[in-house]
């Protein structure tokens, strides 16, 4: 066996929080025609919540004052959150972009749920708002996997990380594609993250293996080094359709 068992696995903490991170936005064309954007709906649930956006793309950010709640378990939702953000900060241009969308409240009294929907015409893909917290997070002895990845005919992958370590610290991270017999697909390759660093890239080419069929694989994530302990590595998938460019997410877990 390549890789040891796990001891345990833990859930997504999803409770209410005052800081919530979307692993994925987007505000860019289509490589098979259309745009892609991501629309977000934040539930203020203590009120009074004033919510500030960052989005954090490469090793750069921009940020606003998104919403203004008007009361406990209010609602908004905007089609195209990076959209509203550049009419907010006319100054950048946040079309042509993708990265990490961090949803912040004035303090740890004002809480907010959040949910985010990326779509391109009638095809799209959901992903969760996660607490900034440690069981939604990769750190140092604290390993996570993407399951469900595959290379074929039908189908291309990718997957993103944002460098969510609390304090801004760089983090190094060893990659292995595990397929259903525990062997390793190509090779291990390393990775290293700057402070609040957002990439995305195909883990097969990465591992030397971009031509050739590859099917019920998963993604090992193993933080090796990083200057801070707090929080860590927010991580994700998605996989997209060659034929109707439809988008499936893969929620990232707890290994260990």
């Given at each position: ?29 289509a ?11 934040i ?33 908004v ?17 946040y ?67 944002f ?7 760089y ?20 990775k290293?993250?700057?402070p ?20 019920n694989c ?39």
């Amino acid at each position: 066996m390549l890789i040891a068992g796990p001891s345990l696995l833990f859930a997504h903490d999803n409770s209410p929080a005052d800081d919530i991170i979307i692993p994925e936005c987007i505000w860019a064309a289509a490589s098979g025609g259309g745009i892609w954007q991501t629309e977000i709906q934040i539930t203020d649930m203590t009120g009074g919540s004033v919510v500030r956006a960052y989005f954090y793309f490469g090793t750069s950010w921009r940020n606003v004052t998104l919403w203004t709640s008007s009361g406990a378990w209010r609602s908004v939702k905007f089609s195209n959150v990076l959209a509203t953000m550049q009419s907010l900060d006319s100054s950048f241009t946040y079309y042509g972009k993708v990265g990490a969308l961090w949803l912040s409240t004035q303090d740890s009294s004002h809480l907010i749920q959040a949910q985010a929907r990326t779509y391109n015409g009638n095809y799209g893909k959901t992903f969760p708002g996660l607490t900034w917290v440690a069981s939604n997070t990769a750190n140092v002895g604290r390993r996570m996997m993407i399951m469900n990845l595959s290379q074929n005919s039908t189908y291309r992958t990718f997957v993103g990380f944002f460098n969510a370590t609390s304090g801004g610290f760089y983090m190094t991270v060893e990659f292995r594609i595990i397929d259903q017999n525990n062997n390793l697909v190509g090779s291990i390759f390393t990775k290293t993250f700057a402070p609040w660093e957002f990439k995305s890239f195909n883990p097969f080419a990465e591992a030397g293996v971009s031509s050739g069929t590859y099917d019920n694989c998963w993604l090992y994530i193993n933080p090796t080094s990083a200057g801070g302990s707090g929080a860590g590595l927010i991580c994700f998938g998605s996989s997209a359709n060659n034929y109707t460019n439809d988008t499936y997410a893969h929620i990232a877990v707890q290994f260990q």
